[in-house]
Structure formats: C-alpha cells, structure tokens
C-alpha cells in the first residue's frame, strides 16, 4: 500500500489554484496529488483527454514550477467513481479543495451537490476553504454528539493537525423546558427535572472527554447547555478565536456540517463517518 497522502482537487480556475500551498503547507512530509475529473456526463465523446492533460498540466507548472509533474492526475469518468477509486489508490488521508471558479449552472452544480457528493464518496476528512487562512491551524473547534463516531472523528482530526489546540465541545438542550409548567409541573419540579436532565447530561460528557484529556494533552472539552445550529458554533468558534472547525456528518450532525458551510466565512473539514 502507498504512504499516506494528500489530495487536492482543482478545476484549474484561478481561485482554485489557491488550494494548492495549503494543501502542501498541511502535508507534513507526505506526498500531494493533484486531481482533475473530466466529468463524461458532461463532455462524453467529446474530450481528448492527451490534450487535456498536457493543458493542464502546463497550466500547474506555470504556478508550481516545483510541483512533481507524476503528481498530477488527468482523468475522466464518473465524478464520485473516479474520486474514491483515487483516493483508495492514492491512500488519500485528507482532500482538501477550494472555492469553484464556474459561474452559473455550473457553479450549482459544482458548489451544490458536487460538495456533498465529495465529502460522502471520500470517507475521509475534506477540507473546504473559504478563507484561506495561512497554514498551519492553530485552534481547532470540535463539535461533539458524544458518540463513537465522534470519537474515532476526533482522533483523525488530531492526527492531522498534531501542532493545533483542540476545543471539543458537547452541546444540549433540556427537553420540553418551555412547556414544563403547561405541562402541570410545579417550580420545584421543573427546576428539579432541569437539574437532573443536567447532571445527566455532564456526567456522560465527562465520561467521554476523560478518554479524550488522558490520551491528548492539547485537547480542552467543554459542556455547553445550547441549541446545536450552525449561529452557535460561528459564535464559539469567533469567541475561542478557532481558525478551523471540524464537524462529522452523522448523528445530530447529519445537517449541521453543510449548513456550516453555508454560512461561515473561514474554512469548515467535514468527515462523513
């Protein structure tokens, strides 16, 4: 099997290009490909994928001059077919691209369903950057669902930024609280259903972040009784002052991460577990 390695995808417009230092600035020692699909539902029959390539490819080195020219992969075929064939192939670890240069109906489709459709076909972390903020990340927010997906989420997202702080941070809200009294509980009984659900809800946090604390030393957890929305986590991450947030797609995260990526201004790793 190859070595780990990092896997940039690019459509060759110019913003696309700006993946590229990052990618390599985050590679830590590893190998980075760069990938090019020519999609055949779009362009079958039609592309000469020897004069693609050698475009291409001259296009890259007119960037990075030093950039592996057996580095470059030129292909086509079935989008998310060819990116999991490639990332198996390639031992990917991390695929990391940047904004869509397409305009139009293109840009829906790229931007759009093409980012769900990478992130779920990859199966590993995928760092979408919006910001372009100089790498290495310092800080990097967390959010957890207290599951073994978040658990093994974590590690990797450790692994890949071994210099960086971690915040991992559990959110809850407490079940019914607005409509305990029309419910027929008193003020006590309210406020005691509250305590309990929340000492419940600690306890089980603190059991799974002590797995965390022992193993990780740059790891900081927190329990925060809000709501899970995309608005909080912008919130934190700009209070804790995070240059990352790393999100999981299941559990109560099935939706937050692409939400996430709607609305936030810096860069958002999603991990479809």
Same mark, same amino acid.
């Given at each position: ?5 990092? $896997?940039?995808?690019?459509?060759? *417009? ?19 490909? %760069? ?5 055949? *539902? ?17 296009? $890259? ?55 769900? !459709?990478?992130?779920? !076909? ?20 967390? &959010?957890?669902?207290? *599951? ?13 930024? &071994?210099?960086?702080?971690?915040? %991992? ?11 305990? *009294? ?13 305590? @309990?659900?929340?000492? @419940?809800?600690?306890?089980?946090? !603190? ?42 797609? !299941? ?14 201004? @810096? ?7």
């Amino acid at each position: 099997m190859k070595s780990p390695s990092v $896997l940039v995808l690019m459509d060759f *417009s110019p913003k696309s290009f700006e993946a590229l230092p990052q990618a390599l600035a985050l590679a830590s020692g590893k190998p980075v490909y %760069v990938l090019h699909i020519v999609e055949t *539902s779009f362009f079958s029959g039609k592309a000469n994928m020897e004069t693609i390539a050698k475009n291409l490819l001259g296009q $890259l080195l007119l960037a990075f001059p030093h950039f592996p020219k057996e580095h470059f992969i030129c292909t086509s075929g079935t989008f998310n077919k060819v990116l999991k064939e490639q990332i198996t192939a390639l031992n990917v670890t991390l695929v990391v691209m940047g904004q869509n240069g397409e305009k139009g109906a293109l840009e829906t489709f790229f931007l759009g369903s093409h980012v769900k !459709t990478i992130v779920k !076909t990859a199966e590993v972390p995928t760092l979408l950057l919006k910001s372009y903020t100089p790498a290495p990340y310092t800080h990097v927010l967390i &959010p957890s669902d207290l *599951s073994a997906e978040s658990k093994e989420h974590i590690a990797q997202i450790v692994t890949l930024f &071994p210099k960086a702080r971690f915040s %991992v941070v559990y959110l809850y809200t407490v079940p019914f609280e607005n409509r305990l *009294s029309l419910y027929g509980f008193s003020q006590n009984e309210a406020e005691s259903f509250k305590a @309990d659900f929340e000492e @419940d809800e600690t306890s089980r946090a !603190t059991l799974f972040f002590k797995h965390l604390t022992d193993t990780y030393p740059n790891v900081h957890c927190m329990v925060r009784n809000e709501s899970v929305s995309p608005a909080t986590f912008l919130e934190l991450a700009s209070t804790l002052e995070a240059d990352l947030i790393a999100v999981h797609t !299941t559990g109560n995260f099935s939706f937050l991460a692409f939400d996430l990526l709607k609305v936030c201004e @810096d860069d958002i790793l999603i991990h479809q577990k």
